[in-house]
């Protein structure tokens, strides 16, 4: 069971990257058998087991598209200015929302990795991608999140994730990821 | 000024090198710089004593390997003289007329000898045999050969000007996650770590038995040591949690200096690896970095790289943490990032990288008067580590396309390329090697 939501995750973080961040587009829900209108007389006992069959799948359904979204907003990258490591404002939002989502979720751990392009240092990469997921650590504590929820690791330069050599792909590979490492099931999303 | 160089020009060719150091003319670090590019770094170049190989019946490898790391001691003119027409199998008497013809002021000479090769230096001017050893050396098929033939190409440089060449050392880089070792002309490369890992940052023990580095692993890291005969790796105290990098061991091989990473940021400790225990922190960085850290040879201080005002400069301290202060200047808010010193075998200088215009150029930082000095202009040139002695760097440089090894002497700014698989970084340059492999 874990495994399989590990994987709605990591397909629903692929999409979010794919789609440079955006939500993955809604599926048209398939619509439910017409119920019948006004009948009389009760309906016969297996059009009952029908419609609890069918409205059950939709709950199913929504709660797990609902589950999808949260994951992504947990998992939605932030990203960092060249040789900085502090949460430019325009993430802020990103991260409210992970608090949130954590507040609602107490059971969720989370591994924050920072990245850096490939330009400085190898070494001093490992370095600033320790403090880019250290900064948002101390935002998320700053929220209001218990620090030992989160673990911070650095991947430096060694795992970008755009490998081209531009401008374009250092501002991509300048980043924290989010990987939930426990309690990832049945997230409930925040009032 | 010309008129000086003419004259000592004409007094060179025999004297030892290290008198005219002060001569001057024109050598730039413009290699695989397109024609017509000249950029910035100029280096004073000595007039070197013209040195010639002898051609001779057999011992063919010895010879090739022997003039080739006499020309990288970059100490030498090399004189060429091609394969003499007929060989009967016996050297006869040197012909010091010719090769003084040629320009040169030493003549090696190498015959086979019981297990070994007899070397002689000949001072052609005084046409007499300077110096002359029998030397054991294994079989070309042994492992032991290329490293025995560069021990004869290093003391045969000691006879000739005084100082021992640097060709009985290895160096160790990264390429492809793997740590790898090669000789110091380039040749016999041997990976240490298995593929499919992440290793970083290869520092050598002061024996040159071993070498530390970091294992990189879902985002977190330890430092071990390991022996480069058994394979056997030790885990270094207090670097079994979060992330740990840069090892440097100090002169007496007993302490072991890493960065440690965690939340908090990242600060130097050291561990005594000589009793592996007890590491104790140098550095409080409070969010800051504090890293890269690397020994005098003295032992007494270590420079580091500090991010203490922003973005990271070296900086330098006592050996137990006290009297941190800034190493190699720089104007705040203008300077570049600067990274990975190295401290010099003498102990004068600290080679470092700063980006210059977005490019990362090696510098030296006059210890005592922290004056600097820029060695490189061509490409991006990074993480360099020095030559036992002191006048040789290797480094990372892209001028040729990929992220290669290069070495440089600051003394000419001759640069040549050392060859590697594929893309290399994170070079570290041995002491002179004196095992038997």
């Not at chain 1, 409210?96 to 190898?122: C, F, M, W, Y």
């Not at chain 2, 390997?65 to 020309?71: A, H, S, T, Y």
């Not at chain 2, 690397?294 to 006290?322: E, H, K, L, N, W």
Request: glycine residues 10%; proline residues 7%; neutral net charge.
């Amino acid at each position: 069971m874990r495994a399989s939501s590990l994987l709605i995750l990591l397909a629903t973080t692929a999409v979010a990257v794919g789609c440079g961040g955006k939500k993955p587009p809604e599926e048209p829900a398939p619509q439910p058998a017409p119920a019948p209108t006004a009948a009389p007389t009760p309906p016969p006992q297996d059009d009952t087991a029908e419609r609890e069959r069918l409205e059950r799948e939709r709950m199913q359904r929504e709660a797990a598209e609902r589950a999808r979204a949260v994951s992504a907003d947990l998992a939605a990258m932030i990203n960092f200015e060249y040789d900085q490591a502090a949460v430019r404002a325009a993430d802020e939002a990103t991260l409210d929302r992970k608090a949130a989502i954590l507040q609602a979720n107490p059971n969720v751990r989370v591994t924050i990795s920072g990245h850096a392009d490939e330009r400085g240092s190898d070494e001093y990469n490992l370095a600033i991608g320790n403090r880019r997921a250290g900064a948002a650590k101390r935002y998320l504590q700053n929220k209001g999140i218990d620090g030992a929820r989160m673990d911070v690791v650095s991947y430096g330069e060694e795992r970008p994730l755009n490998p081209g050599h531009d401008e374009a792909a250092y501002a991509q590979n300048r980043r924290d990821e989010f990987q939930v490492t426990a309690g990832g099931d049945n997230l409930v999303a925040p009032q | 000024m010309k008129r000086f160089l003419a004259c000592l020009a004409t007094l060179a060719t025999a004297a030892p090198l290290t008198s005219l150091r002060m001569v001057t003319a024109a050598a730039q670090d413009t290699s695989q710089v397109r024609e017509g590019v000249r950029i910035g770094v100029t280096y004073e170049r000595g007039v070197r004593p013209g040195l010639v190989v002898l051609p001779g019946p057999g011992l063919d490898s010895v010879r090739a390997i022997v003039r080739r790391d006499l020309d990288y001691s970059d100490r030498f003119e090399m004189v060429e003289v091609g394969t003499p027409a007929s060989t009967d199998g016996t050297a006869g008497p040197v012909n010091y007329g010719i090769y003084k013809s040629l320009g040169a002021a030493f003549a090696v000479e190498l015959a086979q000898a019981p297990g070994g090769v007899i070397a002689r230096l000949h001072d052609v001017a005084g046409s007499r045999v300077r110096n002359q050893q029998t030397f054991s050396l294994p079989a070309v098929t042994d492992a032991g050969f290329r490293l025995g033939a560069h021990r004869l190409s290093d003391e045969i440089a000691r006879w000739a000007v005084g100082t021992a060449g640097i060709a009985s050392t290895r160096l160790l880089f990264v390429s492809g996650g793997r740590i790898y070792r090669m000789d110091s002309d380039g040749f016999d490369l041997t990976p240490f770590t298995p593929a499919g890992q992440t290793s970083l940052s290869p520092a050598w023990s002061v024996d040159g038995g071993q070498f530390a580095y970091t294992q990189l692993g879902a985002g977190r890291g330890g430092v071990v040591v390991q022996n480069f005969e058994t394979g056997a790796t030790l885990p270094v105290p207090g670097t079994q949690s979060g992330l740990n990098i840069t090892p440097a061991f100090s002169p007496d091989g007993k302490t072991l200096a890493y960065a440690h990473s965690d939340e908090n940021g990242t600060d130097i400790f050291t561990a005594n690896v000589a009793d592996r225990c007890c590491a104790q922190r140098l550095t409080v960085g409070r969010y800051a970095d504090n890293l890269s850290a690397t020994f005098s040879p003295d032992g007494r201080r270590i420079a580091f790289v500090s991010t203490r005002a922003g973005p990271p400069q070296v900086y330098v301290m006592a050996a137990d943490g006290t009297d941190q202060e800034l190493l190699a200047p720089f104007d705040f808010g203008a300077t570049g990032a600067s990274n990975a010193p190295e401290w010099s075998p003498d102990g004068a200088n600290v080679v470092f990288h700063r980006e210059v215009s977005g490019s990362p150029q090696l510098f030296l930082v006059d210890v005592a008067r922290r004056g600097l000095r820029q060695v490189t202009s061509a490409g991006r040139n990074e993480d360099a580590t020095w030559a036992p002695d002191g006048r040789h760097i290797a480094f990372v440089s892209d001028r040729s396309g990929v992220r290669q090894l290069w070495v440089i002497d600051i003394e000419t700014g001759r640069v040549r390329q050392l060859a590697s698989p594929g893309a290399a970084r994170l070079p570290s340059w041995s002491r002179r090697l004196s095992g038997p492999r």
